[in-house]
Structures are given as structure tokens and as C-alpha cells.
């Protein structure tokens, strides 16, 4: 599947590789406050998933050689949602609350 990547020229729907990232970013810190409220409403289950999905990501911009200014900052605040994270799913190891599968 090729991609295009410059459509400066075309009139096509076009997100750059730079708002792509910054997306995931503000979706990363959506999920750390979803991980939060689901354990108030009792989904135990759902911040082990986050995490795992979080650290992932989180790994896959560690690779990045990031030169956009605004954009390194913002992902240099993902180690602190990935923390987050775990110290929820770390409150629930404590008080034996994760699910046992």
C-alpha cells in the first residue's frame, strides 16, 4: 500500500507524519485518564490492557530521532502517563483486585 506523502499539490485529506504523532500523543494521555476512571467504576482489567498498549507506544517513540520542537516535549510527557499507569494497575496488585487470567 503506498502512501503519499507530500498531496501539497492534490486536494486530498492529508494528516502529516508530525499531527499524526502529536494525535497519539493526546490519545495516550486520554487512555492514562481512562485507566484511572475505569478502576472507579470497577473495570479491573481495562488498565492492564492500557498499559500494555501504553508501554508499547511509549517504546516505539523512544526509537524516534524527534527534530519538531513541540513535539518532542509533548512525548517526553509519555514516560509520565506510562507511570501513571502503573501505579494504577500497582494499586490494584496491592489490594488483589487484578484479574486472575
Do not use: W
Not at 49 to 64: N, Y
Not at 66 to 79: E, H
Not at 80 to 90: A, G, M
Request: glycine share 4%; aromatic share 6%.
Amino acid at each position: 500500500m503506498a502512501v503519499p506523502v507530500n498531496l501539497k499539490e492534490q486536494d486530498a485529506f492529508h494528516l502529516t507524519i508530525e499531527e499524526y504523532l502529536l494525535a497519539l500523543v493526546s490519545l495516550i494521555e486520554e487512555l492514562a485518564r481512562l485507566a484511572r476512571n475505569s478502576v472507579t467504576l470497577g473495570d479491573y482489567r481495562r488498565p492492564l490492557e492500557i498499559s500494555r498498549f501504553i508501554k508499547d507506544v511509549h517504546a516505539g517513540f523512544q526509537i524516534l530521532n524527534l527534530k519538531n520542537d513541540t513535539l518532542r516535549k509533548r512525548s517526553d510527557g509519555l514516560k509520565y502517563r506510562v507511570k501513571d499507569v502503573e501505579d494504577v494497575v500497582y494499586d490494584l496488585s496491592l489490594r488483589g483486585l487484578l484479574p486472575k487470567d
